[in-house]
């Protein structure tokens, strides 16, 4: 038995919220050490810290993560690393982190992206951190609460310190770079609570339930296109079809409401297709009702969901819609040919790419269909989940699965960048649907 096997602990807790507890495991640490996490962190705060020598944002984080750790350790302070390097980069793990001034306990059992602890905790891109108070196991932050200007006060506030306003340590660069213009408020925020009536929309409590125990419908869809348009009209089409989905929530911890949205498309009049994470609750959630609205913020009512699967990354939403422009699907997709996504990457609403299919891949070939993947060069960012992406025709070939960032060289600057958009096949969502058609005839 390899030293670094995991032995995980089987649990029926779920991150649908942070009143809930995190997820227990059993590990072995780089050093040979057993690492029972939460229970060997009581009375500690801890940072569980999933992260990669090849991940350039991860490095990037280093400087104010090592930073915040040696000012708050003495309070109560404790980070959890997980590596998600090879074999092949596991055996120079322990030099590197000790250059970096990482002194934390690490744990890579040199799987990847196929590690035990990412599979468990739903790690789908990186740096992805889970704040943890070690005495109760409960989930107290995640995601970017746990980076740059937000990780100190974040860290702060869970140790009961009062906050002191030390800014964050900036990574070293080559060259200033222009920060990024603010996004305008979203009038959803506005419009949600006058339209959201909580007898006609999906909760929090029900979507969970049926992203269990799907409600299968039959789906029509719409016939293939085949006349080519041009960039533009693809634009237009795109634009006229693009929808969001998300959730309309209270938080735990402002008790305020909040919106956290993602991309998605219609397959027909009253059903939605998207990625399945994005219509995964809120980390943050008190209590929510799924949404869907168009470009022109009209609001619609959710009503089933109909299909989904987590492996694929896929799901399919009823709604109660009027006017919605279904988009037809097509499943023979070719190295080359024309990609385009509109979405709203960062909450900057409306942004339309253009590039190309790179690459048809599996990332297991014994799952079948659910774990086919393209790789565009289309761009897109946080928020364009669940868009689609189309083909010159106006057909959709897939949506928006993740992004991926690879580093020839543990030191970024020096090192050759490679960032893969990754989408989900519409072979796959149409395989989907298939089966939720062959359950709402039986």
Not at 331 to 356: Q, T
């Amino acid at each position: 038995m390899r030293s670094f096997l995991l032995t995980l602990s089987l649990c029926l807790i779920t991150l649908s919220g942070l009143a809930e507890d995190a997820k227990p495991f059993e590990a072995v640490s780089t050093t040979g050490a057993k690492v029972s996490f939460p229970g060997d962190y009581k009375g500690k705060i801890v940072l569980l810290d999933f992260w990669a020598t090849w991940c350039g944002p991860c490095i990037g984080e280093l400087p104010n993560l090592t930073k915040v750790y040696a000012d708050l350790h003495p309070k109560g302070l404790e980070i959890l690393g997980v590596s998600l390097d090879s074999d092949d980069r596991k055996a120079s793990l322990g030099e590197f982190t000790k250059e970096k001034g990482m002194t934390w306990t690490q744990i890579c059992d040199g799987k990847g992206w196929k590690a035990d602890l990412a599979q468990l905790y739903g790690v789908r891109g990186i740096p992805a951190c889970f704040l943890v108070d070690g005495s109760t196991g409960k989930l107290l932050a995640q995601s970017t609460e746990l980076r740059g200007a937000s990780l100190r006060p974040t860290i702060e506030k869970a140790l009961g310190l009062p906050l002191s306003g030390t800014p964050p340590v900036a990574a070293a660069r080559p060259a200033a770079k222009p920060a990024t213009p603010a996004s305008p408020p979203d009038p959803l925020l506005e419009i949600a609570p006058k339209v959201v009536k909580p007898d006609k929309f999906l909760n929090h409590e029900a979507v969970k339930a049926q992203l269990k125990s799907p409600k299968p419908g039959l789906i029509a869809l719409s016939a293939e296109a085949t006349q080519p348009k041009s960039s533009r009209d693809v634009a237009r089409t795109a634009r006229a079809a693009y929808l969001r989905v998300g959730w309309f929530f209270r938080c735990t911890r402002c008790d305020k409401m909040h919106l956290n949205m993602a991309g998605a498309y219609a397959v027909a009049p009253d059903v939605v297709a998207t990625a399945n994470h994005a219509i995964e609750p809120p980390a943050t959630l008190k209590e929510g009702w799924l949404i869907v609205a168009n470009a022109d913020n009209e609001i619609f009512a959710t009503t089933a969901i109909l299909g989904t699967d987590a492996k694929a990354d896929a799901a399919l939403i009823r709604v109660i819609a009027g006017g919605l422009k279904p988009l037809p699907l097509r499943a023979d997709v070719d190295l080359g040919e024309p990609a385009y996504c509109f979405s709203d990457p960062l909450k900057h609403r409306g942004y339309f790419s253009a590039g190309i299919v790179n690459r048809l891949y599996s990332l297991d070939s014994a799952e079948g269909a659910a774990s086919q993947r393209l790789n565009v060069s289309t761009d897109w960012a946080q928020g364009s989940s669940g868009s689609a992406v189309l083909d010159e025709f106006g057909n959709v070939i897939g949506h928006v699965a993740r992004i991926q960032t690879f580093n020839s060289n543990p030191a970024p600057s020096t090192g050759t960048t490679l960032v893969l958009h990754e989408a989900i096949p519409a072979k796959t969502v149409l395989n989907l649907i298939k089966r939720v058609n062959e359950s709402a005839s039986r």
